[in-house]
């Protein structure tokens, strides 16, 4: 169990996500999506990866950093996204294709912001 | 200065005038020098000036391994890890991650859209990805001297027109940290990867299809051939894009301890 945080979705390879990324996805588990729930504690806009750090508390009580990875800035501009749609302290819920190794990291998939606007969909990468 | 000294200076100067001197390379003129651009040319049969990207749906896939290959004992050992990597949910060398660039083939088919700029003597191409640049020389010069020239990710292209096809003929690679694959087959391209790229501007100027041939016989044997699709975007500029260490320190997928480097 990774995290009573963490609600384990099993995901039907379907929807319109494409993922952007630079590197291999191999390390993401695209078969899965995991919801985390947490506080921002940095968003970087940028190319060819945004990011989100997060604040999520596990099911002990610990508080760990998790890292979300996402498509380039140029591309998020087209859903929606702005530089400051985020910042230090806010408190969101994103849903994530998660590292296979249960480590604390993912891949971005949407994200529910404080004032409870959504954004991104739970399409599956192409790479 | 002390005339030990002196002398001593003197006595090198002349002794290195005395050696033969290298010969001294000339260079043709520059690809978009005036008078190489006002040369008398049959006109090209198509403009390829535009932001294109790789068909990323319905198309033919962005790897350029097929199904079928018979690879060298060298590059089998690649593979094989690659393949025990994947069956662990881990990755074998994924150089492009790590900021190496992709390098062709790999580069035509990234997610990311590329600019083609065509002169009468080149085009030039500037990828959206890590902003990689490919040169492709159109005005009639032989691919450089072994001797001379620097080997790289995207090799040296030479195009010819053939009726109205671009044939492209691509060699000069660096032989480490390339692969026709990424977190896939693990397949390296050698420094005696050989392409050659049949270029067609097909459905009303908006597609441009590529027929690729490639040979490595330091990796496989035989050749490699299959067809890729980029589609004209209209509204796509590119942007300058970057592969820099402070972006991959704060990315968990270049930083799981699952990467095998």
């Known amino acids: 169990m990774r995290s009573e945080l963490l609600l384990v979705l099993a995901t039907a390879v379907v929807g319109s996500g494409v993922a952007f990324a630079h590197h291999s996805p191999v390390v993401f588990d695209q078969a899965h999506k995991v919801s985390i729930t947490g506080t921002v504690t940095e968003f970087k806009w940028g190319n060819p990866h945004s990011w989100i750090h997060l604040d999520v508390k596990d099911e002990r009580g610990e508080v760990g950093s998790w890292g979300v990875e996402m498509n380039p800035a140029n591309n998020l501009v087209r859903e929606g996204w702005r530089a400051s749609t985020l910042k230090p302290g806010d408190k969101v819920t994103i849903v994530v294709h998660p590292l296979r190794n249960n480590e604390k990291g993912g891949q971005f998939l949407s994200i529910k912001l404080p004032d409870g606007t959504t954004l991104g969909n739970e399409g599956p990468g192409v790479l | 200065m002390p005339v030990r000294s002196t002398v001593l200076l003197v006595a090198l100067l002349l002794g290195a005038t005395a050696h033969a001197q290298p010969t001294k390379e000339t260079h043709?003129?520059?690809?978009?020098?005036?008078?190489?651009?006002?040369?008398?040319?049959?006109?090209?049969?198509?403009?390829?000036?535009?932001?294109?990207?790789?068909?990323?749906?319905?198309?033919?896939?962005?790897?350029?391994?097929?199904?079928?290959?018979?690879?060298?004992?060298?590059?089998?050992?690649?593979?094989?890890?690659?393949?025990?990597?994947?069956?662990?949910?881990?990755?074998?060398?994924?150089?492009?991650?790590?900021?190496?660039?992709?390098?062709?083939?790999?580069?035509?088919?990234?997610?990311?859209?590329?600019?083609?700029?065509?002169?009468?003597?080149?085009?030039?191409?500037?990828?959206?990805?890590?902003?990689?640049?490919?040169?492709?020389?159109?005005?009639?010069?032989?691919?450089?001297?072994?001797?001379?020239?620097?080997?790289?990710?995207?090799?040296?292209?030479?195009?010819?027109?053939?009726?109205?096809?671009?044939?492209?003929?691509?060699?000069?690679?660096?032989?480490?940290?390339?692969?026709?694959?990424?977190?896939?087959?693990?397949?390296?391209?050698?420094?005696?990867?050989?392409?050659?790229?049949?270029?067609?501007?097909?459905?009303?100027?908006?597609?441009?299809?590529?027929?690729?041939?490639?040979?490595?016989?330091?990796?496989?044997?035989?050749?490699?051939?299959?067809?890729?699709?980029?589609?004209?975007?209209?509204?796509?500029d590119i942007d300058e894009v970057e592969c820099t260490p402070d972006i991959n320190e704060n990315l968990p997928g270049t930083t799981s301890s699952s990467l095998i480097r």
């Open chain 2, 28 to 236: 043709p003129p520059g690809a978009l020098s005036p008078e190489n651009l006002k040369k008398s040319r049959a006109a090209a049969p198509f403009d390829l000036t535009g932001t294109w990207q790789h068909e990323l749906r319905g198309g033919p896939s962005w790897k350029f391994v097929p199904e079928k290959f018979e690879l060298t004992p060298e590059a089998q050992k690649h593979y094989d890890a690659g393949r025990a990597a994947l069956a662990e949910g881990k990755v074998y060398r994924d150089d492009i991650g790590q900021c190496w660039p992709p390098g062709l083939p790999l580069i035509m088919t990234r997610v990311h859209p590329f600019v083609l700029m065509q002169y009468p003597t080149a085009i030039y191409m500037i990828a959206g990805f890590e902003n990689s640049i490919r040169i492709i020389y159109l005005d009639g010069r032989a691919h450089s001297d072994p001797d001379i020239v620097v080997p790289s990710f995207n090799g040296e292209s030479i195009g010819r027109w053939e009726g109205n096809t671009l044939v492209v003929d691509t060699k000069y690679f660096p032989g480490h940290h390339h692969w026709l694959d990424q977190g896939g087959a693990s397949i390296p391209a050698s420094d005696a990867l050989h392409i050659v790229e049949r270029m067609k501007l097909i459905e009303n100027g908006e597609t441009i299809e590529i027929e690729y041939t490639m040979t490595d016989p330091k990796s496989w044997k035989g050749d490699w051939k299959m067809t890729k699709r980029f589609n004209r975007k209209h509204d796509v």
